[in-house]
């Protein structure tokens, strides 16, 4: 039984950003223990949306020794200091979640408590005030800060990017074999023995990693694991994308815009914009929705507007028998926050802390699991979070987000927030404190009381404490370049054809 065999051979099905980000991983990473090979069809097309980050992909990037020049230059890529949402809380209204801490915490409590109390003494400067990536954003600027102080992300083109990803792990010893998948093998015991090409070969595996996308076409096609549908929470269930020439520099920041039905993203690259449009196809159709993205675009197109059909949710298991999903393949929740590349990170990063290298064995798996369902969760309700907690009632989409049944998890911490201030986040969360604070002060929910201890600072020093964290912001906001010359000078594309 496969199950009880020492994991030499890896077999990752399917490339794209999943696909070699895996490939890469592994074969950097535990190259001299197993033997990685890819396989991919130039036949079969990927999404290839997926072009805005999160911080913690710099972390990856550490682990694979990647210059972040070279890296960046080659995938022709911006800045991502956070997001900049129009529209979510109501039309006109706009706020920035970007990353990082605004102001300075305590031990006790966040920051945000001495913020609502400078506001009961008249001091009514924004949040973002307080928060040198949200300065830095509104003033297009950018530079590296001593000891890491800025937090930023990653704009990227995403065919780039895995090429990039390809180029390190075919260094590292992955194999790619080019051919599409057409039977899957399984044993007396249901695990995957191999996988047969159209062309008749058979490749043989160990441990099978699906990056096959939507189709699922070994966690689901093979092994027929479920899908918890979330389609109730997160009605989006299309996305139309298009690339435009650049009509002006790019700036630091995702722009998320909403709109009657769902959501535009704009995400500036050195040389093109990605647009895009998330709509959910129950109150605007597919013609409409490309029509709408089209009159709210600039620049030339530089590719056809391609529509893309998804249901939010995850698989019932990640990781079950001898396959782990990954990207796609595991499950979906929307491009909002930019969470999908974020996560294929944290599966891999997870599944070599785990690597099965003496066999599979089922605490393993679960635990696997288990930990990927208490980050997805996190990040599901952050997302709805942000549909749910809106002034907008001018379209029957944004009526059915606002009365919508929420998860208990979200409820709770919606209650708290509003009654206390606090935010509480638990282990593998990828949003911080901050990043709640943000989005349920920018949707509008202001807390009845703060914690006690903004109380203990006299009033005066109160107001000098903030005052002094404005100054700091604007005074390193002087000293930085616009984001432009920034990426000029550190990691300009050389080729942008």
């Given at each position: ?176 074999i080019e051919g599409t998948v057409v039977n899957v093998a399984l044993d007396e015991d249901d695990y995957i023995k191999s996988v047969e090409l159209a062309s008749g070969q058979i490749i043989k595996g160990d441990l099978f990693i699906d990056c096959s996308g939507f189709r699922g076409l070994l966690i689901e096609q093979a092994l027929h694991t479920g899908y918890e549908d979330w389609s109730h929470w997160l009605p989006c269930d299309s996305a139309v994308a298009v690339q435009t020439e650049s009509v002006r520099d790019p700036v630091p920041f995702t722009r998320a815009i909403a709109h009657p039905a769902g959501w535009q993203w704009q995400i500036p690259l050195q040389h093109r914009v990605g647009n895009g449009l998330v709509y959910c196809s129950r109150y605007i159709s597919d013609d409409d929705a490309k029509k709408l993205l089209l009159e709210n675009i600039k620049g030339r197109l530089i590719t056809e507007p391609k529509i893309i059909k998804y ?187």
């Amino acid at each position: 039984m496969i199950g009880n065999r020492a994991v030499r051979n890896v077999v990752i099905v399917g490339g794209g950003t999943a696909g070699w980000m895996a490939a890469a991983s592994f074969s950097k990473l535990l190259g001299k223990n197993v033997s990685v090979t890819l396989i991919e069809s130039d036949e079969i097309a990927t999404v290839g949306v997926g072009e805005a980050t999160v911080p913690p992909l710099i972390q990856l990037h550490c682990y694979l020794e990647i210059n972040e020049q070279e890296f960046l230059a080659f995938v022709k890529g911006s800045i991502k200091l956070g997001i900049s949402f129009e529209n979510w809380k109501n039309i006109h209204e706009n706020y920035g979640h970007m990353f990082g801490k605004p102001g300075k915490s305590t031990w006790a409590a966040g920051f945000q408590h001495f913020w609502l109390r400078g506001k009961e003494l008249g001091v009514h400067n924004p949040l973002s005030d307080y928060s040198l990536e949200s300065k830095a954003a509104q003033h297009n600027k950018f530079m590296h800060m001593p000891n890491a102080s800025l937090n930023y992300a990653y704009h990227l083109d995403a065919g780039l990017y895995a090429k990039f990803l390809r180029n390190i792990a075919e260094k590292a010893g992955a194999n790619r074999i080019e051919g599409t998948v057409v039977n899957v093998a399984l044993d007396e015991d249901d695990y995957i023995k191999s996988v047969e090409l159209a062309s008749g070969q058979i490749i043989k595996g160990d441990l099978f990693i699906d990056c096959s996308g939507f189709r699922g076409l070994l966690i689901e096609q093979a092994l027929h694991t479920g899908y918890e549908d979330w389609s109730h929470w997160l009605p989006c269930d299309s996305a139309v994308a298009v690339q435009t020439e650049s009509v002006r520099d790019p700036v630091p920041f995702t722009r998320a815009i909403a709109h009657p039905a769902g959501w535009q993203w704009q995400i500036p690259l050195q040389h093109r914009v990605g647009n895009g449009l998330v709509y959910c196809s129950r109150y605007i159709s597919d013609d409409d929705a490309k029509k709408l993205l089209l009159e709210n675009i600039k620049g030339r197109l530089i590719t056809e507007p391609k529509i893309i059909k998804y249901r939010t949710g995850q698989r019932l298991k990640h990781w079950n028998k001898n396959c782990v999903a990954l990207g796609l393949a595991s499950g979906f929740i929307e491009p909002l926050e930019s969470t999908s590349i974020h996560l294929i990170f944290r599966g891999i990063l997870r599944l070599i802390q785990m690597f099965p290298s003496a066999g599979v064995r089922a605490r393993d798996v679960d635990e696997y699991n288990e930990q990927m369902k208490v980050e997805i969760l996190n990040v599901r309700d952050f997302i709805i979070l942000h549909y749910h907690l809106t002034d907008r009632t001018d379209s029957p989409f944004w009526q059915y987000c606002k009365n919508m049944e929420i998860p208990e998890s979200l409820e709770q911490r919606i209650r708290m927030f509003r009654e206390t201030g606090k935010v509480f986040v638990k282990s593998y969360e990828l949003f911080s404190e901050s990043s709640w604070v943000q989005v349920m002060l920018g949707q509008g929910l202001i807390p009845e009381n703060y914690h006690p201890v903004a109380n203990e600072m006299p009033a005066d020093d109160l107001m000098k404490f903030l005052a002094d964290i404005r100054a700091q912001v604007n005074q390193t906001l002087q000293k930085m370049p616009t984001h432009k010359d920034y990426l000029d000078f550190y990691c300009k594309a050389s080729d942008w054809s």
